[in-house]
């Protein structure tokens, strides 16, 4: 391959493009560092200029993958007539939608992180995209208290303890992925489904507003992505 | 000292009370391993049997702390006339009480536990700590749903929840444990008591009840203990 000179913030998206290709062709876990990098092309120093370690990598891949996923769902306008819940539950539609038709690229970064070995790993990606939601979610819950209809005296804080209370469904999802069989599955399934509806409900309390007004997941989605998962996990070479 | 056979699980809580007596002096940061090992009287091997590293051991203090109150609080009868809701406020303002007559004893190993550099062994002694408390509450809850007192479908869930929004304020009582000098703490302290006051009204929302019906903290009491732990943070020998 060819060495030309690249801008270094260049350079640095043409790494994380041909890190994501192999990753997300073989496993974040089937592939090591050194490949990484002969895959990319370049020299070991300059590799480890933009990243100390793979999970540096992987965290620079999640920050970016959240970061474009958020630029694809921002750039739709809004309805103009919808009040501050219509444009909050048309913000999550927007991040599902997305997810499923992004869902091949997201997976194997997804799966990594929630494996209990990449446990700081989680935590430090977890934090760098609350990190970007926070002040979206923040303007959002603001416009919404100003215009009556969310109930909150600290927008900010309550956005944070929203994003935090989805950073505890971890555990869940974790064990999910990690179920071997259809059983496992099934009860895994079950058990994310009866969580994603109490979060909901705790969503809807916690801005003021009735049961059932914000939908985080149609009925039937989480179902359909895990078993989606489950089906494309058999294509992975091992 | 003399060597005398012991039964295991007596030597395990001889061992852990020598590592607190010495942690709780000079600051868990300040003393290593082999002063502990030194302190304690055994040979290396006899420690490693219990904890294979410095953390594993503070792991198990804080383990062993967190049961010990919960034993104290648990000890005191309940008034039997008091419903579900005062149940819950009773058994908070007992952890509260237990905190302030304790705070010394705990303060060593809950400042530890808070810093960035021990994030895992956080989330390992949270973890622990939730285990412990998480049947207790979920049986609250359950009591209190049955008597129309509290509004949830899935109280174990519920009690879960609340517990990981409880981890969720991780971030804002370590930057409030890190803060300096006292414009810093007074900063802190604030942050502090504005989440708090959320996180109370969110608890309420989560199961049904009016803003302001659960009490997490009485006014004055956060700044009580950090002040009080500003004052002692003095008295620790470098």
Redesign the interface.
């Known amino acids: 391959m060819p060495r030309i000179v690249m801008h270094p913030a260049l350079r640095r998206e043409e790494l994380l493009d041909r890190a994501q290709a192999l990753i997300l062709q073989r496993g974040y876990d089937n592939v090591s560092l050194n490949e990484i990098i002969a895959a990319a092309g370049v020299s070991k120093g300059a590799f480890y200029h933009y990243f100390p370690a793979k999970d540096a990598l992987l965290e620079a891949l999640a920050e970016r993958f959240a970061r474009q996923a958020l630029e694809r769902i921002r750039s739709i306008p809004d309805v103009p007539e919808r009040d501050a819940l219509g444009r909050l539950n048309a913000f999550l539609a927007r991040g599902r939608q997305d997810k499923v038709e992004n869902a091949g690229a997201a997976w194997a970064l997804f799966e990594a992180m929630f494996r209990a070995e990449n446990?700081?790993l989680f935590?430090r990606i977890n934090a760098a995209v609350n990190a970007l939601l926070l002040p979206i979610l923040a303007d959002m819950i603001r416009d919404g208290v100003r215009d009556g209809v969310f109930d909150?005296?600290?927008p900010e804080?309550?956005a944070?303890?929203i994003l935090?209370?989805g950073?505890?469904t971890r555990g869940i999802v974790a064990r999910a992925l990690a179920s071997a069989d259809s059983a496992g599955m099934e009860v895994a399934i079950t058990a994310l489904e009866?969580?994603v509806?109490?979060?909901e409900?705790?969503l809807d309390?916690?801005l003021?507003l009735e049961d059932g007004s914000l939908r985080l997941a149609e009925s039937g989605h989480i179902r359909m992505v895990m078993e989606a998962r489950h089906a494309g996990r058999g294509e992975t070479p091992a």
């Open positions: 446990l700081v935590h909150t005296f600290d804080g309550a944070d303890m935090q209370i950073t505890s009866r969580r509806r109490l979060y409900i705790a309390r916690v003021g």
